[in-house]
């Protein structure tokens, strides 16, 4: 009984084994077995074909042109290798494809291009995933930067005493940052001085008129008057008037 699983779209992801034929594969009879008509890998226009149908020997196909099968290695009793090439000559073919039958299940072996992509996709999920696993123990704090916070260290840190922590208005993080942002504003946008006018000075003439001065022998006669009405006796002042009886 023949069965057929198709796992992809691709030729790769099908895979094909009749029951019957593997108990008694061997290399004399393997062709016959992938030439079954139910096998998707086995094109019914090739030559084997035509030599099946004439019945004559495999031989013949060194003179003919076209597709062809032959096997390729055969490792009894579980591993042969069928090679699909294109005959031009009797001493030039094109391989096509191979095909290696396990334990009676036939598949189709990959070709380089695809043995070097699925290795590259697998190398890139791999470190896509350590990227991802690496990303979930950053962490990230605007006072402390950027630091590792692994599972292990949770226990570490429930392990030891706690202590109080004196808190600081600002870490030395936060000054360099800060620091550096203010650099880089003023590299920005420099600030710009402007310088005031010079004042500028008049120089103007003013004239004071000098008064006259006395002479001195009058400066002198109006010192000694003020002196001698100071020394001149005050007049005696008159008692208050007496009191006189009104008469009846």
């Known amino acids: 009984q023949a069965s057929v699983w198709l796992k992809y779209d691709n030729p790769l992801g ?5 029951s019957g034929w593997v108990p008694i ?15 998707p890998f086995y094109d019914r226009t090739c030559n ?9 020997t495999l031989e013949h196909l060194n003179q003919m042109v076209g597709v062809e ?7 009894e009793p579980i591993l042969y290798i069928i090679r699909k090439q294109q005959r031009q000559s009797a001493t030039q073919v094109i391989p096509l494809a191979d095909y290696y039958i396990i334990a009676g299940v036939v598949y189709q072996a990959p070709d380089l291009g ?8 697998s190398a890139v999920h791999g470190i896509q995933s350590a990227f991802d696993e690496a990303m979930s123990y950053c962490r990230y704090h605007p006072s402390k930067g950027y630091w590792w ?35 880089d504003l003023r590299s920005k946008f420099p600030p710009t001085f402007y310088q005031c006018p010079k004042p500028v ?3 103007v003439s003013v ?29 005696p002042s008159k008692p208050p008037p007496e009191k006189r009886a009104r008469l009846q």
């Open 48 to 56: 084997n074909e035509v030599v099946k149908m004439q019945r004559l």
């Open 25 to 39: 594969l061997n290399p004399g009879n393997v062709l016959d077995y992938f030439s079954e008509r139910s096998n």
């Open 149 to 183: 916070h692994f599972k292990d260290q949770e226990e570490r840190e429930k392990a030891k005493p706690k202590s109080k922590k004196k808190e600081e208005p600002s870490s030395l993080f936060q000054r360099q940052r800060v620091d550096t942002l203010l650099l």
């Open 69 to 75: 099968y032959i096997l390729l290695h055969a490792q």
């Open 114 to 121: 695809t043995v070097i992509g699925s290795r590259v996709l």
């Open 201 to 203: 000075f008049t120089c």
């Open 207 to 235: 004239e004071v008129k000098k008064e006259p001065e006395p002479p001195t022998e009058a400066v002198k006669q109006e010192e000694r008057e003020p002196a001698a009405k100071s020394s001149a006796p005050a007049p």
């Open 14 to 18: 099908i895979s094909w084994v009749d």
